[in-house]
């Protein structure tokens, strides 16, 4: 971009020259455009110092020029951006890009959940409901990161990473070796209050026969309700 006289068109064919070595061969961009006239980043005479020229590489299968397959394409592609920045954890990004991909598609199951589930990794939980309602009521089950305090001696006084997985079976919590499953019909009291110092606290409360029990040689004392 920042190299005088390089036409528009050959920076793009520089960029999917180097995405290509890059990954191996696996990701190779493409781009549609409808310029008329030419365009410069940087007008002027070009320079020794510019870029080399791209490396030819090997031609690759040429778009059918069709808008149902060109939209296609771009979907496809947008959505594995999406899955891969969730899992480089790009929170911003996700968000970003799926709330454009849900534009066109507003009740895609995928998008829907990776973008909620950004929203509450970043404690945006008002925002983060709305996408992951769609998404399961569109077949997703969804796994949210969570932390319990550990409660030693009447006093809480540890956090323990955890995580919440709403599927169409109920409620399942995992902390290391302690599993808790409670059926939706079967939850008396579910609900979340914002804690100033704690954040968000989530709080379950089911029989105690939804709990699998802990194995004998656990000495630490826990409670059915998880905040």
Same mark, same amino acid.
Not at 18 to 25: A, E, L, P
Not at 54 to 82: E, F, H, K
Not at 208 to 222: A, G, I, K, L, W
């Given at each position: 971009?920042?190299?005088?006289?390089?036409?528009?068109?050959?920076?793009f064919?520089?960029?999917?020259?180097?995405?290509?070595?890059?990954?191996?061969?696996?990701?190779?961009?493409?781009?549609?455009?409808?310029?008329?006239?030419?365009?410069?980043?940087?007008?002027?005479?070009?320079?020794?110092?510019?870029?080399?020229?791209?490396?030819?590489?090997?031609?690759?299968?040429?778009?059918?020029?069709?808008?149902?397959?060109?939209?296609?394409?771009?979907?496809?592609?947008?959505?594995?951006l999406?899955?891969?920045?969730?899992?480089?954890?790009?929170?911003?990004?996700?968000?970003?890009?799926?709330e454009?991909?849900?534009?066109?598609?507003?009740?895609?199951?995928?998008?829907?959940?990776?973008?909620?589930?950004?929203?509450?990794?970043?404690?945006?939980?008002?925002?983060?409901?709305?996408?992951?309602e769609?998404?399961?009521? =569109?077949?997703? #089950?969804?796994?949210? /990161?969570?932390? &319990?305090? %550990?409660?030693?001696?009447?006093?809480?006084? @540890?956090?323990?990473?955890?995580?919440?997985?709403?599927?169409?079976?109920?409620?399942?919590?995992?902390?290391?070796?302690?599993?808790?499953?409670?059926?939706?019909?079967?939850?008396?009291?579910?609900?979340?209050?914002?804690?100033?110092?704690?954040?968000?606290?989530?709080?379950?409360? =089911?029989?105690s #026969?939804?709990?699998? /029990?802990?194995? &004998?040689? %656990?000495?630490?004392?826990?409670?059915?309700? @998880?905040?």
């Amino acid at each position: 971009m920042r190299s005088p006289a390089l036409p528009i068109e050959e920076v793009f064919k520089g960029v999917r020259v180097q995405v290509r070595q890059k990954s191996n061969g696996v990701q190779i961009p493409w781009d549609a455009s409808s310029l008329e006239g030419s365009f410069y980043f940087v007008p002027g005479t070009a320079t020794a110092s510019g870029p080399p020229p791209a490396t030819a590489q090997p031609p690759v299968a040429t778009q059918p020029p069709t808008t149902m397959l060109s939209t296609l394409a771009r979907s496809t592609v947008n959505l594995d951006l999406i899955e891969s920045n969730f899992k480089s954890n790009l929170l911003d990004e996700v968000i970003k890009d799926g709330e454009s991909f849900l534009a066109s598609q507003p009740d895609h199951a995928r998008a829907n959940l990776r973008v909620g589930q950004s929203y509450f990794r970043k404690n945006q939980y008002a925002e983060a409901m709305p996408y992951l309602e769609k998404a399961f009521l =569109a077949g997703e #089950s969804i796994s949210l /990161p969570v932390k &319990r305090h %550990r409660k030693q001696l009447g006093i809480f006084d @540890a956090l323990e990473d955890g995580s919440i997985n709403v599927t169409p079976a109920g409620l399942q919590m995992q902390f290391g070796s302690d599993t808790y499953n409670a059926q939706f019909a079967l939850i008396e009291r579910l609900e979340a209050q914002t804690d100033p110092l704690r954040g968000m606290l989530i709080y379950l409360k =089911a029989p105690s #026969s939804t709990r699998v /029990p802990r194995p &004998r040689t %656990r000495t630490t004392n826990s409670s059915p309700r @998880a905040p």
